[in-house]
């Protein structure tokens, strides 16, 4: 009898879309996983669909992302190993902070409440949404150039824009003002549970090139669990930007997470 394949869920972050994560599902499903790749809430299935109807995710909170997921994996057969990207990789952390899911990892992910280092370049690739504070409620998109800055810093001009035009959507700029505002807020959506003793092995990476969230946001995002037992790691990839996921050098990085889920056993 065929053991059953473990659960893998992957979100991605703002301004690509679940189809993204295409190459990923193929190499995971060939290595034994069961992968899936959800889109956030209302997210249409095709980044064409996606692009024409920015509507449909506008005003979309952290609070709305996380509770589509918790949904999505509590009709999973079992806990799944929960990877996110940037925002994706914040919901991730903020899941697993609450005892869901086998394992995590989070890449790039974007600042959780208690990061304090704002770097200009993150300020600079935030700047499309939060620019103007009425995009609070609205979906705002990337311009191919915005695009290069903030996820395609380290690609070739050729390679960024084939990366935009394949793959990058509107996204909801609620998340980002949630996220700037989040260590003046008591209440903040993205605080997560960073003292849970319990929960599974988390591992964060870090693209050292990244302008969107630069490699010194995820090392102080690793010292926000130090007053936490359960295992938490950091790897980080020397001349990559906020693209890994998605660029030429995708396959490193996720053969890399699946070394490390093969070493914690799960």
Do not use: C
């Not at 991605?12 to 190459?23: K, M």
């Not at 086998?102 to 949404?129: E, N, S, T, W, Y």
């Not at 996921?245 to 053969?255: L, P, Q």
């Amino acid at each position: 009898m065929t053991a059953p394949r473990t659960p893998v869920v992957f979100i991605h972050g703002l301004w690509l879309h679940a189809t993204s994560w295409t190459p990923w599902l193929e190499l995971f499903t060939q290595a034994g996983y069961d992968p899936i790749a959800p889109g956030w809430p209302g997210e249409p299935d095709t980044t064409e669909q996606a692009r024409q109807q920015p509507e449909l995710v506008a005003n979309t909170s952290i609070d709305d992302v996380t509770a589509h997921y918790t949904k999505i994996i509590d009709s999973l057969d079992a806990s799944p190993v929960i990877i996110g990207h940037s925002f994706g990789g914040l919901i991730a952390e903020k899941l697993l902070g609450q005892g869901i899911g086998a394992g995590a990892v989070a890449i790039d992910p974007a600042q959780i409440k208690g990061v304090l280092p704002l770097p200009l370049a993150q300020l600079r690739a935030a700047l499309p949404a939060l620019g103007n504070p009425a995009n609070l409620h609205k979906a705002v998109s990337l311009t191919e150039k915005e695009f290069k800055f903030g996820f395609g810093n380290a690609l070739s001009e050729q390679e960024s824009g084939e990366l935009f035009g394949k793959w990058a959507i509107p996204a909801p700029a609620r998340p980002l003002f949630q996220a700037a505002a989040a260590n003046f807020s008591r209440h903040s959506e993205a605080k997560v549970d960073t003292g849970n003793q319990a929960r599974g092995p988390l591992l964060l990476i870090s693209g050292a090139e990244d302008h969107t969230v630069p490699d010194v946001v995820t090392r102080s995002t690793l010292k926000q669990y130090r007053h936490s037992t359960a295992v938490t790691e950091l790897k980080q990839f020397e001349h990559r930007g906020h693209s890994l996921t998605i660029d030429s050098g995708w396959k490193e990085v996720a053969e890399a997470v699946l070394q490390w889920l093969r070493a914690h056993g799960i």
